[in-house]
């Protein structure tokens, strides 16, 4: 998949918001 670095960058965020969520 050419778009993992950019999933990579996501989950990140997506991870992040999910914390501050929390």
Known sequence: ???E???N???V???SIE???K
Request: aromatic letters at 6%; a neutral charge; proline letters at 7%.
């Open 9 to 11: 960058s996501l989950d």
């Open 19 to 21: 914390v501050s969520i």
């Open 1 to 3: 998949m050419k778009t």
């Open 5 to 7: 670095p950019f999933l």
């Open 13 to 15: 965020l997506i991870m």
